[in-house]
């Protein structure tokens, strides 16, 4: 990971200021909206309130934060084996929230492999994270162990992506709301052989700089027919694929936007760019 340096006065760039863990959630993170989706989804598939919730691959941990923050009542375990990552997020999300979530939630230093207890009514493993799992055997494994980690009715959320510009080489660049700059994401390699693809994430600032890689990731891109067979064989009873509404865009007839709301599909048309939920029960 690397800033460029731009300014000739010998001040830090905006790019050397920043924070890379900061502009991550802003750029990539919506808790709220995730919270929403899974309170709404295993309320019509339980008939109940989910409570308790596991966040596989936490990082910050700003899910969990936000999801005891949702209801007094909810617990919320996060695992990670980063523990520079884990230390930040207890200095920046869960020390400022102490006073409202108290002791409602739990972080383990671990390989999301080796934590099964307590059981809960949701494991969640977004914004891609268990892709870092190469091969069938790897992933099946993680998806046995998240299932020993929930209660009866229990249900593992995941996230994917997809799209024909999946397998091209590109860099999308986003503007971001919260501060004044822009996120980029590259797809670096693809390889069809194996699948294997290298994305990184990019900061661009109005001054010229730039947090160069500032996030990498090593992946196989899974598609969802592999995703719902594996889930399958370690013995999930049902596994859901919820897409994506998108409509036209009002100033371009041309482009599809999403809406932010996800539905329940077996069968859609392929776009160039799409991401799903997948949802798998116990």
Not at 69 to 93: I, M
Not at 124 to 139: P, Q
Request: glycine share 6%.
């Amino acid at each position: 990971m690397g800033a460029n340096t731009m300014n000739s006065d010998n001040n830090p760039t905006q790019a050397e200021s920043a924070d890379r863990h900061e502009m991550y959630q802003f750029a990539v993170q919506a808790p709220d909206t995730e919270v929403e989706f899974f309170e709404e989804t295993y309320k019509k598939l339980r008939g109940k309130n989910p409570l308790s919730m596991k966040e596989d691959f936490c990082g910050t941990a700003l899910l969990s934060v936000e999801w005891c923050k949702s209801d007094p009542e909810r617990t919320a375990v996060g695992v990670d084996f980063c523990p520079d990552t884990l230390k930040w997020g207890e200095e920046h999300n869960i020390k400022p929230a102490n006073a409202e979530i108290g002791n409602r939630l739990q972080i383990i230093e671990a390989d999301v492999r080796e934590v099964v207890e307590p059981k809960v009514d949701i494991t969640c493993a977004l914004n891609f994270s268990f892709c870092i799992f190469k091969t069938r055997e790897e992933l099946r494994g993680y998806f046995a162990k998240a299932l020993d980690g929930l209660k009866d009715d229990g249900m593992l959320i995941l996230d994917m992506f997809g799209g024909t510009e999946c397998l091209d080489e590109l860099e999308e660049e986003t503007e971001m709301d919260e501060v004044d700059a822009s996120y980029l994401w590259e797809h670096d390699k693809f390889n069809p052989i194996n699948n294997d693809i290298l994305c990184h994430i990019h900061f661009e600032f109005p001054d010229g700089s730039r947090m160069d890689k500032a996030f990498s990731y090593d992946w196989r891109l899974w598609s969802l027919q592999e995703l719902r067979e594996l889930l399958e064989e370690a013995g999930y009873s049902k596994v859901r694929v919820y897409w994506e509404e998108f409509e036209e865009d009002d100033d371009d007839d041309d482009f599809m936007e999403g809406t932010g709301e996800f539905y329940e599909a077996t069968e859609v048309e392929n776009q160039e760019s799409w991401q799903v939920y997948i949802v798998a029960e116990k």
